[in-house]
């Protein structure tokens, strides 16, 4: 194993949306054994970047699903930006479909309404964790506007007018599951699009080239690495493309269950040190 490629929501970190002790110390282990590590996420790059800090770790960052590759030195090595007649044509069936969604760009990222954003996480968060109060729960999803610096816009018209703006992913959300079932099915045939998941209730879209896996591969190449030799740990839908490029896939004890079946591994969850489990296990061999 000379490359490890770990995502990090429902991964890396745990419950609490931190990386745990056990986790920090297997990844730099696997770096002081000579291993690469870079983490890859739908985040943007500054949201990616809070929890490694927080960690006192400093990773290659693949962010917004592979749209965009740092290097250690926070270089952009690569992006993939969607087109713009695609953007209008994703929003105007999220509108069409009453969908709240984000515009991640070069700028910012773009919400219509931090109140609706705030709505739709509670009721999320509120299906996900029955036990928690609303009060705590919209402490949580305001925390996520601080993480992604997210802005209000009201004509979105006019921002994918601008010359000066490149559209990276959009993320949708819906409670309804028939609701991502037609938006998804009106915008999958797009030549320009891809679509995938990162968790309960959303949509996310991204050019085809801005996939976790492509960008793995983009990464492995240049430090000379073969797949063969690469680890990719993930959880969800928009790990697929990593999981299955890599020679050894690794997928979390709290992945979806068809996300098992895609990988080599099944590790413990993200919440009972997972990613180190797998590290270590395999430095070993």
């Known amino acids: 194993m000379k490359l490890i490629a770990t995502d990090l929501d429902g991964t890396l970190l745990n419950q609490n949306h931190e990386i745990s002790e056990e986790n920090k110390k297997a990844l730099q282990l696997a770096k002081e054994s000579g291993v690469e590590v870079v983490v890859a996420t739908g985040r943007s790059y500054s949201a ?11 990773f290659p960052i693949i ?11 926070d270089q952009l090595i690569r992006s993939a930006p969607l087109d713009k007649q695609t953007c209008r ?10 969908m709240y969604f984000e515009v991640f760009t070069n700028k910012a990222t ?5 109140e609706k954003f705030l709505e739709v996480m509670i009721d999320i968060m509120e299906s996900a964790y029955p036990g928690s109060s609303r009060e705590d729960l919209k402490v949580q999803a305001a925390n996520r506007f601080q993480q992604e610096r997210i802005e209000t816009i009201h004509d979105f018209d006019a921002l994918f007018d601008r010359e000066d703006i ?20 009106t915008l999958e ?12 209730s959303n949509l996310e879209f991204n050019h085809p080239d801005a996939q976790k896996g492509i960008a793995v591969k983009t990464f492995a190449k240049k430090y000379d690495i073969k797949m063969e030799n690469v680890m990719a740990i993930g959880d969800n839908f928009n790990d ?12 979390m004890g709290n992945a979806n269950e068809k996300i098992k079946t895609l ?5 413990k969850a993200n919440h009972e040190d997972g990613v180190a489990f797998a590290v270590r296990e395999f430095l070993n061999k």
């Open 166 to 185: 490149e559209v990276y992913k959009i993320l949708a959300f819906s409670l309804l599951d028939n609701t991502l079932d037609q938006v998804k099915s």
């Open 110 to 114: 773009y919400s219509e309404s931090r």
């Open 263 to 267: 990988a080599d591994y099944t590790t």
């Open 48 to 58: 990616a970047k809070f929890p490694l800090m927080n960690a006192g770790l400093d």
């Open 189 to 200: 045939n797009e030549q320009y699009l891809t679509i995938t998941s990162s968790g309960l």
């Open 89 to 98: 044509k994703i929003q105007q069936v999220c509108q069409q479909n009453n």
């Open 240 to 251: 697929v493309s990593m999981i299955e490029a890599a020679g050894f896939g690794v997928a």
């Open 63 to 73: 962010c917004l699903n592979g749209a965009k590759i740092y290097d250690k030195d």
